[in-house]
């Protein structure tokens, strides 16, 4: 409906604006929904949908409409980075295909749906993820699977800083982080748990991880194809060579991320891995005097 | 020679041996095993360096013979080496560690709620009676418009009818409400008390950073959640079960340092509710890691108005020295509500130098938090909540009139269940069952007579307020919102008074 603006009036709902910073207010209204609606069609339970030119918020809401009214594969096409995709999903039974690069917070809050990106992810990527599984068939950026706890992420390329950091395992929930390029540093700080994996495909020189693995690690375990220095790691963590169920673990891992990047797993298992894992599940329980 | 310790027990618990009816109550009641019996003569034998005077003992005591003293060993009289900063000294040298203590900062900085005085009408401004006029104390909390659109028609049944679609906003019936404690920290009847309280009064209750345990799913719409740095307990069932979350950037009692609840104190419903293992230390870091900035602050709230539905997001900052500033860019990144925790605000567990020397008073952040956004002209976008110090309902109508739209109480609302502030949260020894997890403890605490004593706390201090309102002349707490010209300060600086936008006592 549209209004003649002859009979709309606005009222104000405080005085006059006296603002130093001279912001328009409408500069500031960023997350008010945008109108315009991506194309969408449906053929059975799969819907495709055109997101050029859609604002996060509707595009989320189209989303989730499709969803609700039955598909359960939704593709995203034309993806220009939109935030927020997938964040709060619950749907176990759901898939998501993103065609361009996602914006932030891609999956954060997700419980259950599996989220396929085919181009680069950008940063907090499943950040306090619950369950499910992200695939970034590209790189990912900073802070991806900050207090993840559960589900997996399976990154085809590198990863930014502060990837895993406070991931925490409880029950039968154990957070699953696999990366087939390098990661930066300060993977893994402060973790409570779960699991994250390194690859460094193709690198079978250098170390694939940063500076400072596992500072203020007290739980959870990760393991890392090739070496890591002592210079590496965080004063809470120490690296030695993976046990008998270690490798047992590593392989299936392997084996279940080649699966769906389409990898020869003997290949990535032939630089031997290392392990790291805490000193203690309490490193500041005497730091204190009552 | 080796000392045990230097450090001589601060209270002496003294028995009155001819009133002592020999029960072994005093040591059934206390959590600090203070008392051992004497087997043949079954008299009580108090360790005097356990007690934390929280009188447990004294009240539960069917003779009364139970008196706790301030142990009046003399130390030579020095203004600057006090002997709390001896007994902390030889503490520290006996045992390398950093001093934690428990609720708010004690010391005796200037209390600004002390120095403000309410106006009254007399004679040509005519007050009002409560008791028998109505009194409007209903608050809104939420982003409200910058402007309201109406069409002169439409309204069915005629008239005009609003177009502007408004956010939605949490209805207080009273403008208090209770503050983020967490579950771990305090122990679940108390949350139980709180959140049968929130519904009585139809306010709200926080979850603090631990989860939100099944039991409380009924209250769950008198509820807000938190997601701090340390995300436990939060799933997308949770961030959909509370009525708005809050986004926890600083707690006054500590600000700019993370949480760190003892594995000792995670049992096994504290585990389930906080979905980390049992007996593992619970490490809040001190940053939100995926919030370095007031863009990923933005980031944040909207990925989380986005997982639910967009609700209200609450931001709660501790009142630091940019406060004004950092407020600003909050508002500006989308908070709907924020929170303002004072450095007097309280704590399960904190380092004693962050409580005692860090941070600001509740009165300078809501005056200059007010100012900051009304002077950019982004007041209605963000509704403040004050916290951290408020002790009664005088300190409340005076934080809304400083600016504030509500206030919480957390300590205060502690003392109602029984805390006696003793200081000894992060102990988890708490005799009155409230910051402790032992069950033989925590079920000294009935939530049935915990919510109805945070009742009648909430209704008797609206009803006070009821009568300041009453007194001004005003007949809702709108009315008082950010009105500083019915404050005057007494015994203040010119500096401060310019800060806190109000005039001194007889002008």
Redesign the interface.
Known sequence: MTLDSATVRKVPTGPARKGPTGIEPARLTAGQPGTARGSAAREGKRAVIDGSGVYYKTLNEQIREEIEQGAVEVVLENIVGQRYIGTGLAYPDVTVAVNGVPGNDLAAFMNGPTLVVNENAQDGVANTMNSGLVIVNGNAGDVLGYGMRGGSVYVRGDVGYRVGIHMKAFGASLPLIVIGGHARDFLGEYMAGGEIVVLGIGDDDTSVVGSYVGTGMHAGVMYVRGHVAAHQLGKEVRVEQPGEADLVRIAAIVDDYCRVMELDPREVLQRPFVKIYPFTSRPYGRMYVY | MAYTTFIPPEFRVVIDREACQQCGRCAQQCGWNVYTFDSEERLPHPDHSKCAACHRCATFCPAGAITIKKNDLAFKQSDSLSPDLVKAIW??AE??????TGMGNDKPYLRVFDHLLLDACQVTNPSIDPLREPMEMRTFLGR??????????GRAGGGPRL?TELDRQLQLETPIMFGGMSYGSVSLNVHRSLAMAAAELGTFMNTGEGGLHSDLEPYQDHIIVQ?A???FG????Y?QAGAAVEIKIGQGAKPGIGG?L??EKIDYQV??TR???Q???A?S?APH??IYSIEDL???I???????GYKPISVKIACVHNVAAIASGVV?A?ADIIYLDGFRGGTGAS?TIIRDHVGLPVEIGIATVDQRL????????ASIVAAGGIRGSADVVKAIALGADACAIGTAALVALGCHVCQ?C??GCCSWGICTQRPELTRRLDPEWGASQLVNLVRAWTHEMAEVLGALGVNAIESLRGSRERLRGLGLDKTTLDILGVKPAGL
């Open positions: 503490r520290q045992t390398g560690g950093v001093q934690l409200k418009p910058d402007f309201l659109e109406v069409a002169e028609e177009l997601c740095s340390g995300r939060v799933d997308s069932g961030l760190h003892p594995g585990s389930i979905m980390i293992p007996g593992t230390d490490l870091p890691h995926d933005r980031q944040l909207y990925a989380l108005k986005e997982a639910t500006r989308g380092p009304r002077d950019e002209g982004i007041r209605n976008r000894k992060h102990t």
